[in-house]
């Protein structure tokens, strides 16, 4: 097949116009809501953000939804509730945003990684045991791109040893394992609603929980620490409040939940997009000997936050980073999820870390490439990305 030069050596751009990465899908609805509460008087945590708390929680089907200001927020707060602080370790993956193993550092604790699986890039159950040692406090697993990690095996684990579960589910919002929503399963699950992820308020995130100790706690903690936030001091003048903790500053906004209401809406419909354009995608891709997919497993709902293709390096004649500057001279940008955090340079200078200690990680971030991927793209832009990959993969292969 020749589909031609890639523009980056001359030829002609599959797409005149950009296909720019992680662009939201933003309605009238969403607009609307703002505007509404703009006129309302009241902009800051209220009305609106208890509402957004009850329609999340029962959608994902827990007791209580805590909004925050994002997820690395929501981690935070859960780890301080679970007592995690110095002499601690908690356990999580390398292949995540930073911020899953920073937030561990903030509250005194160590972050202890282990590897992933190399066929679905989520925590390898099978290797946590061997991490675990007296001083293990809790279990933060990552539904890497919207794929649940296997919990059964992961709650055995942290039933067996006494630890805390806290889910990273930054990419996992209306995902679901074993017919249960992620946010109804382990003792904290932690969401965000940044501009790249299933639904959207720019910035934000949600704690779920089923304890109701743990909820008021969360409650308390995201906001200095007081026993009354300002909406029931004012809306019902009761002026004096008590300071129980040194709490935190990250409530979350009436403009960002009225937008976070109008997405809640839209969530089904978003993920039943993402999972057309991944079939797309997959039987594309599946026939091309220079680039491997992720396996899905069996008896899960996949939010499919991100699709990543991983380049069979072996068949081609040019690296990952120059695939992605290909891909972008043919007006397709793409992004790369993640750098292991162990390779980030903090991590390796604090706990001397270095190439090679998780070797599964290691080799998918040489090889992952994260393509435009969202429901604001119609079914002619996922075809570009799959004519530009081809040309891409067919005029270096070896
Ligand atoms: C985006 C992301 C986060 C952080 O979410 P924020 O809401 O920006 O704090 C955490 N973990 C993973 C895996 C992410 O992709």
Redesign the pocket.
């Known amino acids: 097949m020749d589909i031609g030069k890639p523009a980056i050596e001359g030829g002609n751009p599959i797409r005149q116009t950009p296909l720019r990465f992680g662009v939201p899908f933003i309605g009238q609805e969403e607009i609307d809501a703002v505007v509404e509460v703009l006129k309302s008087g009241w902009i800051t945590t209220g009305p609106k953000t208890q509402e957004f708390e009850e329609k999340f929680s029962r959608y994902v089907g827990a007791r209580h939804a805590i909004a925050v200001t994002?997820?690395?927020d929501a981690m935070e707060l859960s780890l301080v509730v679970a007592g995690i602080g110095a002499e601690d370790e908690v356990i999580t993956s390398p292949m995540?945003?930073a911020?899953?193993a920073n937030v561990i550092i903030h509250r005194g604790a160590t972050p202890v990684f282990v590897d992933i699986k190399p066929d679905t890039l989520n925590i390898d159950p099978a290797k946590i045991e061997k991490h675990i040692t007296p001083r293990t406090k809790a279990i933060m697993p990552?539904h890497y791109a919207g794929q649940p990690c296997e919990m059964d095996e992961i709650e055995d684990i942290a039933r067996l040893y006494g630890l805390y579960v806290i889910e990273?589910a930054?990419?996992a919002i209306g995902a679901e394992y074993k017919n249960k929503k992620i946010g109804s399963i382990s003792d904290f699950t932690a969401f965000?609603f940044?501009v790249q992820?299933v639904i959207t308020t720019a910035?934000g995130?949600m704690i779920t929980t089923s304890n109701d100790d743990w909820a008021k706690e969360l409650r308390n903690l995201r906001l200095h620490g007081m026993t009354k936030d300002a909406w029931i001091r004012i809306s019902s003048s009761q002026v004096h409040y008590d300071v129980v903790y040194p709490g935190y500053k990250c409530n979350m906004t009436d403009i960002q939940s009225a937008m976070g209401l109008a997405q809640l809406e839209k969530l089904e419909s978003f993920v039943n997009i993402r999972q057309k354009y991944a079939k797309i995608y997959d039987s594309a891709f599946q026939q091309m000997p220079e680039i491997s997919t992720i396996k899905r497993i069996d008896n899960i709902r996949h939010s499919e936050n991100m699709y990543v293709i991983l380049l069979n390096l072996e068949t081609i004649k040019i690296n990952r980073d120059e695939f992605v500057q290909a891909l972008q001279a043919e007006n397709i940008y793409c992004a790369v999820h993640f750098k292991p955090v162990h390779l980030h340079s903090y991590y390796r200078e604090t706990f001397g870390y270095k190439h090679g200690d998780y070797p599964n990680a290691e080799r998918v971030f040489n090889r992952v490439i994260t393509l435009p991927f969202s429901p604001k793209m119609t079914e002619d832009d996922v075809y570009d990305v799959i004519r530009a990959v081809q040309k891409i993969a067919n005029y270096y292969k070896k």
């Open positions: 994002s997820c690395t995540t945003f911020s899953t990552v990273d930054a990419h965000s940044h992820k910035e995130g």
